[in-house]
């Protein structure tokens, strides 16, 4: 058995976990500050994670993997009821100001995010390309890196006050167009963690209705040209 202690968005949070990958996974997010809250994985989650994840019977991953995954989704249930959601997405920041891009997989988040470091340079600052947080600090929505941040492990222990998220589509030209909050909200809570508990979901539901009348929501249709991170710098930025 493991025992560390994680800072998540603020939250010191106590694991405890069955193999060392976990351990590795997190090692740059850990602290030393008393916990607020613990998560202990048991063979049980770990069951549970595989068979949500069941490719034809056959385990898709190892099992030290997959406690990898109950361990943030125990991590994210609790987060749920401080303020803090989990969102899919691909999340950077330039110049201090974050912005976020959710699509559906395969879209081409990743893809997009790494033209903006290739156009951009050292102005630019990957928070996470898979699983950020988002929690609300005295009315500000605050994107947070995580442990979890994609298959090609792209993303900081850093944070920074969110100002926009991108809706991603693919398109012959890059094009982008700004959404209204009552348009957006739907949208968003596709790519938004959803708890299994029934107050945990409200309090994520609550937390992503507040985060929503904070940023502005953006629509882009992009193709893999360079051009693409230009267009929706402009769009968004501006300056």
């Not at 190892?62 to 009821?81: D, K, P, Q, V």
């Amino acid at each position: 058995m493991y025992s560390f202690k994680i800072d998540i968005a603020g939250s010191s949070i106590r694991c405890e976990v069955n193999f060392e990958y976990s351990y590795k996974l997190c090692k740059d997010h850990l602290t030393d500050r008393p916990e607020d809250f613990s998560v202990c994985i048991t063979a049980e989650d770990i069951t549970s994670e595989i068979k949500r994840n069941d490719e034809g019977g056959q385990p898709a991953h190892s099992e030290a993997f997959m406690e990898s995954l109950a361990l943030y989704r125990r991590i994210c249930t609790e987060l749920a009821l401080r303020d803090t959601v989990l969102i899919h997405g691909s999340s950077l920041m330039i110049d201090g100001e974050a912005v976020l891009f959710c699509a559906p997989s395969g879209t081409g988040k990743s893809t997009h995010t790494r033209l903006w470091r290739e156009t951009f340079g050292s102005r630019v600052v990957m928070i996470n390309d898979d699983k950020p947080v988002v929690r609300m600090v005295d009315g500000v929505p605050v994107i947070y890196g995580t442990p979890w941040n994609g298959k090609h492990r792209i993303g900081t222990n850093t944070s920074a006050q969110l100002k926009h998220i991108c809706f991603l589509r693919r398109g012959e030209k890059n094009v982008i167009n700004s959404v209204g909050r009552t348009e957006a909200l739907p949208t968003l809570l596709r790519y938004t963690f959803r708890p299994d508990g029934p107050v945990e979901t409200m309090a994520m539901l609550n937390t992503a209705e507040k985060i929503s009348q904070t940023i502005s929501f953006w629509d882009l249709a992009c193709n893999m040209d360079p051009e693409a991170a230009k267009v929706s710098f402009e769009g968004m930025i501006g300056k």
